[in-house]
């Protein structure tokens, strides 16, 4: 955003009680990108070396953190979401009602049958792509599988052997790998009862479905199907269905660590190169969880564990959260 123009917005904030009753496109397409500008300087140069998170770039990410931030306030006895971008605030009225904290499967089924996403299968091929420079897994279970794609994408790279859990029943022609890879579970009390192990497991945007007194379950569960874990969950005010606990990524790095599993933030830098053909969500969130005592697989590749990843908002996130999705 050029500067006399953020700040023009600047002084007609300050003007509205340092407020917008509503943000236009145009005004969140310059903002949103400044903000995700600043994210790609943060990671553009780092992307290969693994250490991200030198005392320089924790000062910057500190700094980041007051560029976007979001609240709830009342306002003449109505309640209004603030969300304040690159020091400039804007508001829109919140819904009266609010979710139930009941899981209806029914509603993730109606909403994911049928629906194609493109650009979630290049999310697959381009993030597996990336960690099979450094481990290449021969096993594979994703616990919270949805339809399978993931699976099929790890089928598809040469993986053996594929095993999903999910809570769905979706309908055989919607899935994307034979129902027989998949069993169906309670993922708020699954447990892997027989030890089974998997050269690597996975879950990506499954636990914010979960209520939070079974965030540490979940946990256990994953680090006890394998060594290594793909994970992302939903940040706070991610938007999504049934979003009950979306927590910040150091509240999941801290019950892996309880775990002994260290955490890995390899991934995310990488997938700025291509990021028109990942997911915003995998851009935010995805990081790579490994025992403690076989962390060398990862740190014999110059890369570093971090116990505070950076979070961050990607553009495409505040264009929903605002309500402007493109």
């Not at 209806?104 to 909403?111: F, S, V």
């Not at 993922?187 to 892997?192: F, K, R, S, V």
């Not at 690597?200 to 499954?206: D, N, R, T």
């Not at 793909?230 to 940040?235: G, K, M, P, R, T």
Request: hydrophobic letters at 35%; charged letters at 20%; one cysteine or more.
């Amino acid at each position: 955003m050029a500067p006399e123009r953020y700040q023009k917005l600047k002084e007609k904030s300050d003007k509205n009680n340092n407020w917008y009753p509503r943000m236009t496109g145009y005004m969140l397409e310059y903002i949103s990108s400044f903000y995700f500008m600043h994210l790609m300087d943060i990671y553009k140069n780092k992307a290969l070396s693994g250490h991200i998170y030198t005392p320089t770039n924790e000062r910057r990410s500190k700094l980041l953190d007051t560029i976007f931030s979001v609240k709830n306030q009342t306002i003449n006895s109505k309640k209004y979401k603030i969300v304040t971008i690159a020091g400039l605030k804007f508001k829109h009225k919140l819904s009266s009602t609010t979710s139930s904290n009941t899981i209806n499967l029914n509603d993730y089924n109606n909403a994911y049958s049928g629906y194609l996403d493109p650009i979630k299968i290049s999310s697959g091929n381009e993030i597996i792509k990336i960690i099979k420079q450094y481990y290449t897994p021969k096993s594979v279970i994703d616990i919270g599988c949805g339809k399978g794609m993931f699976l099929k994408c790890w089928k598809d790279s040469g993986v053996e052997t594929i095993a999903g859990i999910d809570g769905n029943t979706l309908d055989n022609i919607d899935l994307f790998i034979d129902r027989k890879f998949i069993q169906i579970a309670n993922l708020e009390t699954y447990e892997n009862v027989n030890n089974t192990k998997y050269d690597l497991a996975m879950s990506l945007e499954v636990a914010e479905h979960l209520h939070p007194e079974n965030a540490a379950h979940f946990v256990k569960l994953l680090t006890g199907y394998s060594d290594f874990i793909l994970f992302s969950a939903a940040i706070p005010y991610q938007a999504g269905l049934h979003h009950i606990n979306c927590q910040p990524l150091k509240y999941w790095v801290d019950l892996f660590n309880k775990e002994n599993f260290v955490c890995f933030d390899f991934i995310r830098p990488q997938l700025f190169a291509n990021h028109e053909k990942v997911k915003s969500f995998y851009i935010q969130n995805i990081l790579f969880f490994v025992n403690k005592e076989r962390a060398n697989q990862l740190t014999q590749f110059n890369l570093s564990p971090t116990t505070n990843p950076l979070m961050f908002y990607h553009a495409d996130r505040v264009n929903i959260l605002m309500g402007k999705e493109k």
